[in-house]
């Protein structure tokens, strides 16, 4: 069936070929686990949740009217489902600290793994810290880095998905960005 594009796998899907929607679970399944396992910072979780988010996509892609990227809906999806269940569960959620290729941004230090166990600990603790503070970013920063750095999607792509513009894009990237250094200058992580 890889001969067919997505959109035919949608449509033919929505006529009873139930079995095609694995296709689409295939292309999309890790994705949507890094996005929620980044998002609810639990691995269990996110197993439960990717698991949970294609199942709404069954029951629900007759509603998919093609007017976006299939991507589109199902990061849309995704989103809220991470928004939804962090409000249910009532906790702070984690997400994983992301690499940087912004040269002001600054640097967590990175420690050769045979270093002595309190420097393992140092930099344990730096990057928990981390963690909580890009989760206590405002979602539309937060999401937009997470698109960014553990996505790796480019800001084009990143602007069709969010259907913002591209220099909305660089703006909260660049503001994210900036909102997590001072947070972490303040916390003593960086310089």
């Known amino acids: 069936m890889s001969d067919l594009t997505e959109e035919e796998i949608i449509d033919r899907v929505k006529n009873g070929e139930t079995e095609l929607l694995g ?17 609810l910072g639990n691995y269990d ?65 990175i420690e050769d793994e045979r ?14 810290i981390a963690r909580e503070e890009l989760a206590k970013l405002p979602d539309d920063y937060k999401n937009i880095l997470l698109l960014r750095e553990i996505e790796e999607m480019s800001y084009e792509d990143i602007s069709e998905e969010l259907n913002i513009s591209l220099s909305n894009v660089k703006v909260r990237i660049h503001r994210g960005r900036a909102m997590l250094k001072q947070r972490l200058i303040e916390r003593g992580v960086v310089e």
């Open 23 to 39: 296709v689409l679970i295939e292309k999309y399944q890790d994705r949507v686990f890094r996005y929620t396992y980044s998002n």
């Open 115 to 128: 270093e002595d166990l309190e420097k393992q600990f140092e930099l344990s603790n730096a990057m928990d």
């Open 45 to 109: 979780d996110a197993l439960e949740a990717t698991q949970d988010i294609f199942v709404s996509v069954f029951r629900s892609i007759a509603k998919f009217r093609g007017e976006s990227k299939f991507s589109t809906w199902l990061y849309s999806i995704t989103s809220n489902y991470c928004k939804n269940y962090k409000r249910k569960r009532g906790r702070m959620s984690l997400v994983s600290l992301f690499r940087s290729d912004d040269e002001d941004f600054g640097e967590l230090p």
